[in-house]
């Protein structure tokens, strides 16, 4: 018999906050935060904005061992993670460790540790790179320091699924519950790929919008977008069966009840045009949730702002929810984060929970000119209240790859 499974914790470090409440507060006013980027010198870049994190207090939750040791999106993944074991109200000696996993998505891992390890080995030589250069820069070790910060035994992974990752990452630790295999999961993703070599990577594939007016540059489903803008930060959730919830007392913020995944096995990095995979892993998520299209209440959509992208999901959902696909309220959340690679859908997850609880559906802002090929309803530039039950996410990453995951208001057993 399959199990239920609740949200019991949410931590977040995001453009618009380092906090949950910071975050959804942010969501709520309609603030962006895109800005200039400050991490190095943009002189010889045509890509001049980012969305950073902010006032980040580290010391607060490590040592100075620990910053100068970790990279970037290992600290990002640890500090969310640590704040929504806090909000769970796990204790680690409560639990049975074995049946307590994790489960971190990076599309990058740490690269800021690669390129000052590579300046190291080219101007000092190679005994001067650092010993921690390999664990500082796997992708894995984000998932393995946050279980061993939880003390979390049991099954621990990385997903690495380029920008769906952390939707990935929450879905898989879903099952891993529902069907028996663990009884709590830390769950998300993290990335911190706003570097030099970053920059320049994605911005001579021309998928970065170039544009120097923060307010109008993560624009999904804006006739006049023209490339995504880099976030970074981080987002994990506590997953927990209900029963084992329940009998702890646990806070429960949501229920998550499905999740579909597929690949368009098409293109590196060009999403399948006519949406159809992308609509598959939608379709699955609808099954998976035991749900019909009529169920849905809310799209939070992976909105990058690319041409391609946004008129590909526009189709995908088209294809699954045909005439209601008018109906259903549909925004991007980058327009006001950036897109944090494959810490999104981790971010957007929190979001989705956050509207469900409070009945506001986040707007897509900065939107000022409709594209006749992303006619869909768009909340546009202003949250739009509404007393919404059920929530798709939806996450597409490069290599094909398309997850979504649907959560549900918690109203009680």
Known sequence: MKRRVVITGLGAVSPIGNSVNELWDSIKSARCGIDFITAFDTTAYKTKLAAEVKGLDMESYFSARELKFNDRFTIFARIAAKQAVADAGLDPQDLNKQRYGVIIGSGIGGLQSLENANNNLNEKGPTRISPFFIPMTLINLAAGQVAIDAQAQGHCSAIVTACAAGTNAIGEAFHKIRDGYQDVMLAGGSEAAITPLGIAGFMVMRALHDGQDPLHASIPFDANRSGFVMGEGAAVVVLEELQHALDRK????????????????????????????????????????????????????????????????????????????????????????????????????????????????????????????????????????????????????????????????????
């Open 250 to 413: 646990a806070p429960i913020y949501g229920e998550m009840v499905g999740y579909g995944t597929s690949c368009d096995a098409n293109h590196i990095t060009a999403p399948l045009e006519d949406g159809s995979m992308g609509a598959h892993a939608m379709a699955l998520a609808i099954e998976d949730a035991n749900l019909t299209i009529q169920d849905i209440d809310y799209i939070n959509a992976h909105g990058t702002s690319t041409p391609l992208n946004d008129k590909t999901e526009t189709l995908a959902v088209k294809t699954v929810f045909k005439d209601r696909a008018y109906q259903v309220p549909i925004s991007s959340t980058k327009s006001s984060t950036g897109h944090l690679l494959g810490a999104s859908g981790a971010v957007e997850a929190v979001i989705c929970v956050k509207a469900l609880q409070e009945g506001v559906i986040p707007a897509t802002i900065g939107y000022t000119t409709a594209d006749p090929l992303c006619d869909l309803d768009i909340v546009a530039n202003t949250p739009r209240l509404s007393d919404i039950n059920i929530a798709m996410s939806n996450s597409l990453g490069f290599g094909g790859h398309n997850a979504s995951i649907i959560l549900k208001k918690w109203k009680g057993i």
